[in-house]
């Protein structure tokens, strides 16, 4: 039999199965076993290293504020925006009160419900991000409210001075935080307006100046007529004592009885 048939009838294959020596346990691949001591220290000597992209660069020029000034100064304003920037501020300067409030995560009808108990106050809701407050605000004389717009803000204008009114309802609006206000161009904390709200009327301290001014008018009319009143009474009372008992009567009192 030729070595050709033998093949033929013994074919050679390879196993489908490899052994792999792995002593007790399974390689891992993920996290695979520390090298001793000494193959570490010769791993760590030639691991290679690669220059980085920005070693060059100095940190000042990797500065994250920095980038982001450059970018603000060189970012185009939205002519959109500018317009409603200049109409918020128009209405900031011509409103009486002006209350600014931080909105707390609620829905929209309980939204809706607070604008509603403000709307009673002639309040009117305007509302906008904080990039158009920031350019309604920045060079003028209202640039210590963007303090205020740091988060999600809303304001209300009104054209009354209803400050006690207002600190009343903002108790009731849960969805609602005072901040701040304006009253008649004057920028006012909380407590500035509660103590404002406490403050008389502006006719009751009008008529309370008008009597403190007149009061030493009052005093000095009455010290300059004292001593003419004292002197009048006076000569009055040396007239009543110096007068004789047995005043003759008047003439023409007395009239001739008739003849009979």
């Known amino acids: 039999m030729s070595v050709t048939q033998v093949s033929r ?11 792999v020596r792995t002593r ?7 996290r695979p076993a520390v090298p001793h001591f000494t193959r570490a220290v010769v791993l760590e000597l030639i691991k290679p290293i690669y220059k980085k992209k920005d070693e060059s660069i100095h940190p000042r020029e990797k500065c994250r504020r920095r980038l982001k000034a450059i970018e603000g100064e060189t970012k185009q ?29 609620t829905t929209e009808a309980g939204l809706t419900a607070a604008r509603l108990q403000l709307i009673k106050l002639d309040l009117r809701y305007v509302k906008h991000n904080n990039t158009i407050m920031r350019l309604a605000f920045t060079g003028t004389k209202h640039e210590a409210l963007l303090s205020l717009y740091k988060s ?16 009343k309802i903002q108790k009731k609006v849960s969805c609602l935080v005072l901040l701040g206000g304006i009253v008649e161009g004057r920028f006012m904390s909380v407590k500035d307006l509660e103590h404002y709200a406490s403050l008389p009327s502006l006719h009751t301290l ?34 009543d004592d110096t007068k004789p008992e047995g005043d003759p009567k008047p003439e023409g009192d007395s009239e001739a009885s008739p003849s009979p």
């Open 206 to 239: 009008q008529a309370q100046l008008v009597s403190i001014l007149g009061t030493p008018a009052q005093q000095l009319s009455q010290n300059l007529s004292a001593n003419q009143m004292e002197l009048s009474s006076a000569l009055s009372r040396y007239a």
């Open 152 to 167: 999600t803000t809303c304001t209300f204008v009104g054209d009354e001075l209803a400050v006690a009114k207002l600190l």
């Open 77 to 105: 304003v939205n002519p959109y925006e500018q317009i409603l920037a200049n109409e918020f501020r128009e209405k900031i300067e011509n409103a009486k009160l002006v209350a600014i409030f931080h909105m707390l995560p």
């Open 9 to 19: 009838l013994l074919p050679v294959r390879n196993p489908i199965i490899t052994a």
């Open 24 to 30: 007790t346990r399974t390689p891992n691949i993920s």
